[in-house]
């Protein structure tokens, strides 16, 4: 019922910026959870930015805070995590996700509707 797509990933130097776009299709609510993750080899898939619309609130992993932003347009159903100050480290697969309610925000593995990713690399 949902689909969701991602793109603007890329390859960027150490203290560069992305912006990834994740166009949402489908029917969805402002009760729906909805996310930003990203996974990198050997690690286990993380949390970056999670929001329901309706409760105005989004929940930044502490590794982003104050880097990354999370953003909507909602007449266009798009949603945009603007990646500043880029760092190594921040190299993974990046996907969005939607999750209908019920929901809850986390773990990664109980939303339903996943994008394809997008490869963020950055490097030193």
């Known amino acids: 019922q949902v689909q969701l797509a991602e793109s603007g990933g890329g390859s960027v130097q150490a203290g560069g910026s992305l912006r990834l776009a994740c166009a949402v299709s489908?029917?969805?609510?402002?009760?729906?959870?909805m996310g930003w993750f990203r996974r990198a080899p050997g690690k286990e898939p993380e949390a970056v930015a999670t929001?329901?619309?309706?409760?105005?609130?989004?929940y930044y992993a502490d590794s982003v805070k104050g880097r990354f932003t999370s953003s909507q347009d909602n007449v266009q159903n798009m949603l945009y995590l603007q990646m500043n100050s880029l760092r190594p480290e921040d190299t993974a697969m990046y996907y969005c996700?939607?999750?209908?309610?019920?929901?809850?925000?986390?773990?990664?593995?109980?939303?339903?509707?996943w994008g394809q990713g997008t490869q963020v690399t950055v490097s030193s």
């Open positions: 489908g029917s969805t609510s402002s009760n729906y959870c």
């Open positions: 929001f329901k619309t309706a409760a105005g609130r989004t």
């Open positions: 996700a939607a999750d209908p309610p019920p929901c809850v925000l986390q773990p990664y593995y109980k939303y339903q509707y």
